[in-house]
C-alpha cells in the first residue's frame, strides 16, 4: 500500500532541513521497498507571501487527506509586524489545532558520540533518554479570552487565558501514563500547582488518573522547579507530562542537554495515532540559506513518523540506526561541531545519513 506524506517546508532553513528528509525518503523508497507519494504545500510565512494566509485552505485539506504530515518549521524577521493572526506561527497553531494534535512527545536522547558537544558535563548527560509529553492544543495558546484592551485608566492592557478542561488533562495524561508504562515506568507531572487555578486541576486529574496505572511511579514538580532539575541532574527523569507552555519551554531546555536543538525531533499525535512530525526548533533566521543548519532533528522526525503514524518500525530503527553511524564517523554540523571531528553542512550531513542507509541495505 503506498502511503501519502504531505510535506510542509514552510521558512528559514525548514526548506534546508526538510529537503535532506525528503533524500531519506527516496532512499528508502529505492533501498527498502517503502511505497510512499509526497505531496507538498504551503504553511507559515511562505504561504503568508503567496495567498496572504498562514493557513491555507489547500494545505489544510492536503494535511487532512495523507496518512502523515512532515513539517520543517515557520517564522522569521519578515513577518513578525503582520497582525497576530496573519502571523506564520499562527498556521502552525491552527494546523495543530483543525488537527486535533493533542499529543506532543519530545524525546531529548543523547547520542553518546555526542556527549562533548553538550554544555552539561559527559557524567550528568551520558546515556540520557527523556521524554516530554507536552499538551499541544489547549492551555494559554488557545484559550480565550484573549486580546489587547484600553484599560479604564487609558492604559493599554493585554491579557490571555490559561484554561484547561478536565477532558483535556485526560487525555494527555492518559497518554503520558500509557507510555510511561512501556518505559521505564516513571511519570512526572509539571505545573504550577501552587500558584495556578488550572494546574492546581491539573495536578488533581492526574493525581486521580494515576490509580489506573499503578505501575507507574507518579510525581509531581512545579515548573521552576523542573526546569533547575533538568539541568541539574536530567537522568532522574523519565517521563515528563506538562501543559502547552510549559512543554514548550522545558522542550528547549531539555535540546541542550542533548548537545543541541538541532537534535530534537518531535511528533503530535491525534486521537487514533495520524501525526505531524517536525523539528522541535525554530525557523532559525540567522542561519537559514547558508548550508548550515542541522538537519537531523527532521530526520529523526522522519523516523518517529515512521514508527507512529507508518506501522514501519524496521525502517524507523534503520534510519535512528544510519544517523547513529553518521555520528560515529565523525560528521557533524556546525552547531556539534567539536575539535577532531569532521564539520560538514546541512546537504552532506543528508548525504552521509542516506549513504549509511544505503550500506546498510546492501
Ligand atoms: N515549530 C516551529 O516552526 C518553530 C519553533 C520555534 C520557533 N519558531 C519560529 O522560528 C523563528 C526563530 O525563532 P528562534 O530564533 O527563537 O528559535 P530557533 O529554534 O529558530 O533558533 C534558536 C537558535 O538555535 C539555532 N538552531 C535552530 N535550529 C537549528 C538547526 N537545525 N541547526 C543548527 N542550529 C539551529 C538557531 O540558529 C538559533 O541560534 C521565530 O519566528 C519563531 O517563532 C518556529
Ligand atoms: C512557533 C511556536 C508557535 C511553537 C510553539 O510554541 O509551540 C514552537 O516554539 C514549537 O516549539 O513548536
Ligand atoms: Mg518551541
Given at each position: 500500500?503506498?502511503?501519502?506524506?504531505?510535506?510542509?517546508?514552510?521558512?528559514?532553513?525548514?526548506?534546508?532541513?526538510?529537503?535532506?528528509?525528503?533524500?531519506?525518503?527516496?532512499?528508502?523508497?529505492?533501498?527498502?521497498?517503502?511505497?510512499?507519494?509526497?505531496?507538498?504545500?504551503q504553511i507559515g510565512?511562505?504561504a503568508v507571501d503567496t495567498s496572504g494566509e498562514p493557513l491555507p485552505e489547500a494545505t489544510l485539506?492536503?494535511?487532512?487527506?495523507?496518512?502523515?504530515?512532515?513539517?520543517?518549521?515557520?517564522?522569521?524577521?519578515?513577518?513578525?509586524?503582520?497582525?497576530?493572526r496573519r502571523r506564520p506561527?499562527q498556521g502552525?497553531?491552527a494546523?495543530?489545532?483543525?488537527?486535533?494534535?493533542?499529543?506532543?512527545?519530545?524525546?531529548?536522547?543523547?547520542?553518546?558520540?555526542?556527549?562533548?558537544?553538550?554544555?552539561?558535563?559527559?557524567?550528568?548527560?551520558?546515556?540520557?533518554?527523556?521524554?516530554?509529553?507536552?499538551?499541544?492544543?489547549?492551555?494559554?495558546?488557545?484559550?480565550?479570552?484573549?486580546?489587547?484592551?484600553?484599560?479604564?485608566?487609558?492604559?493599554?492592557?493585554?491579557?490571555?487565558?490559561?484554561?484547561?478542561?478536565?477532558?483535556?488533562?485526560?487525555?494527555?495524561?492518559?497518554?503520558?501514563?500509557?507510555?510511561?508504562?512501556?518505559?521505564?515506568?516513571?511519570?512526572?507531572?509539571?505545573?504550577?500547582?501552587?500558584?495556578?487555578?488550572?494546574?492546581?486541576?491539573?495536578?488533581?486529574?492526574?493525581?486521580?488518573?494515576?490509580?489506573?496505572?499503578?505501575?507507574?511511579?507518579?510525581?509531581?514538580?512545579?515548573?521552576?522547579?523542573?526546569?533547575?532539575?533538568?539541568?541539574?541532574?536530567?537522568?532522574?527523569?523519565?517521563?515528563?507530562?506538562?501543559?502547552?507552555?510549559?512543554?514548550?519551554?522545558?522542550?528547549?531546555?531539555?535540546?541542550?542537554?542533548?548537545?543541541?536543538?538541532?537534535?530534537?525531533?518531535?511528533?503530535?499525535?491525534?486521537?487514533?495515532?495520524?501525526?505531524?512530525?517536525?523539528?522541535?526548533?525554530?525557523?532559525?533566521?540567522?542561519?537559514?540559506?547558508?548550508?548550515?543548519?542541522?538537519?537531523?532533528?527532521?530526520?529523526?522526525?522522519?523516523?518517529?513518523?515512521?514508527?507512529?503514524?507508518?506501522?514501519?518500525?524496521?525502517?524507523?530503527?534503520?534510519?535512528?540506526?544510519?544517523?547513529?553511524?553518521?555520528?560515529?564517523?565523525?560528521?557533524?554540523?556546525?552547531?556539534?561541531?567539536?575539535?577532531?571531528?569532521?564539520?560538514?553542512?546541512?546537504?552532506?550531513?543528508?548525504?552521509?545519513?542516506?549513504?549509511?542507509?544505503?550500506?546498510?541495505?546492501?
Amino acid at each position: 500500500m503506498t502511503v501519502k506524506i504531505a510535506i510542509l517546508s514552510g521558512d528559514g532553513i525548514g526548506p534546508e532541513i526538510v529537503a535532506e528528509a525528503i533524500k531519506v525518503i527516496g532512499c528508502l523508497r529505492k533501498h527498502y521497498g517503502f511505497q510512499v507519494e509526497l505531496e507538498e504545500a504551503q504553511i507559515g510565512g511562505a504561504a503568508v507571501d503567496t495567498s496572504g494566509e498562514p493557513l491555507p485552505e489547500a494545505t489544510l485539506r492536503l494535511a487532512r487527506q495523507a496518512d502523515a504530515i512532515l513539517l520543517g518549521a515557520v517564522g522569521g524577521p519578515k513577518w513578525e509586524t503582520l497582525e497576530r493572526r496573519r502571523r506564520p506561527e499562527q498556521g502552525l497553531l491552527a494546523i495543530r489545532s483543525a488537527l486535533g494534535l493533542f499529543g506532543n512527545l519530545r524525546p531529548a536522547i543523547l547520542y553518546a558520540e555526542l556527549a562533548g558537544a553538550s554544555t552539561l558535563r559527559p557524567e550528568i548527560v551520558a546515556d540520557l533518554d527523556i521524554l516530554i509529553v507536552r499538551e499541544l492544543t489547549g492551555g494559554i495558546y488557545f484559550g480565550e479570552p484573549r486580546g489587547v484592551r484600553t484599560s479604564g485608566t487609558g492604559e493599554r492592557e493585554a491579557y490571555n487565558t490559561l484554561l484547561y478542561r478536565e477532558s483535556e488533562i485526560v487525555r494527555i495524561a492518559r497518554l503520558a501514563f500509557e507510555i510511561a508504562g512501556k518505559r521505564d515506568a516513571r511519570l512526572c507531572s509539571v505545573d504550577k500547582a501552587n500558584v495556578l487555578e488550572s494546574s492546581g486541576l491539573w495536578r488533581e486529574v492526574v493525581t486521580q488518573l494515576s490509580g489506573e496505572y499503578p505501575q507507574v511511579e507518579l510525581s509531581h514538580l512545579y515548573v521552576d522547579n523542573a526546569a533547575m532539575q533538568l539541568v541539574r541532574a536530567p537522568k532522574q527523569f523519565d517521563v515528563i507530562v506538562t501543559g502547552n507552555l510549559f512543554g514548550d519551554i522545558l522542550s528547549d531546555c531539555a535540546a541542550m542537554l542533548t548537545g543541541s536543538i538541532g537534535m530534537l525531533p518531535s511528533a503530535a499525535l491525534d486521537e487514533r495515532g495520524k501525526g505531524m512530525y517536525e523539528p522541535v526548533h525554530g525557523s532559525a533566521p540567522d542561519i537559514a540559506g547558508r548550508d548550515v543548519a542541522n538537519p537531523l532533528a527532521t530526520i529523526l522526525s522522519l523516523a518517529m513518523m515512521l514508527r507512529y503514524s507508518l506501522n514501519q518500525a524496521v525502517l524507523a530503527e534503520r534510519v535512528e540506526s544510519a544517523v547513529r553511524c553518521v555520528l560515529a564517523e565523525g560528521y557533524r554540523t556546525a552547531d556539534i561541531h567539536t575539535a577532531g571531528t569532521r564539520r560538514v553542512g546541512t546537504r552532506e550531513m543528508g548525504e552521509a545519513v542516506t549513504a549509511a542507509l544505503r550500506a546498510v541495505a546492501s
